[in-house]
Nanobody
Framework: QVQPVESGGGLVRAGASLRLSCTISGRTFNNYHMGWFRQAPGKEREFVSAITSTGDNTYYADAVKGRFTISRDNAKNTAYLQMSSLKPEDTAVYYC???????????????????WGPGTQVTVQS
């Protein structure tokens, strides 16, 4: 079982940038599609971004398009979420999910993911 671990969250002001990282151990990283989701208090977990195992395809929620960039470095077993022009509504716990590369369905839903990290808090002050 792969175990993702997120890092890089923090408290920032609106307009700032943050880069989240997600590493996995115990398995070959390039065997997994990776996704970022977030959950604000009182709300359901929502899709943010995803990247296929090869990095050839990326997906973004409309709310973050043009501001967030997902990438991965398979040599470092790490996926990244570069977040720019942060807004207070981006405040949430951000979770990294891993899904085996043999999956060919949508990566924009939380259910298909095999494993989740514990999350990292991102707080954006106005």
């Amino acid at each position: 079982q792969v175990q993702p671990v997120e890092s890089g969250g923090g408290l920032v002001r609106a307009g700032a940038s943050l880069r989240l990282s997600c590493t996995i151990s115990g398995r070959t990283f390039n065997n997994y599609h990776m996704g970022w989701f977030r959950q604000a208090p009182g709300k359901e977990r929502e899709f943010v971004s995803a990247i296929t195992s090869t990095g050839d395809n990326t997906y973004y929620a409309d709310a973050v398009k043009g501001r967030f960039t997902i990438s991965r470095d398979n040599a470092k077993n790490t996926a990244y979420l570069q977040m720019s022009s942060l807004k207070p509504e981006d405040t949430a716990v951000y979770y990294c999910g891993a899904k085996t590369r043999f999956y060919s369905g949508s990566l924009t839903f939380a259910n298909p993911y095999d494993s989740w990290g514990p999350g990292t808090q991102v707080t954006v002050q106005s």
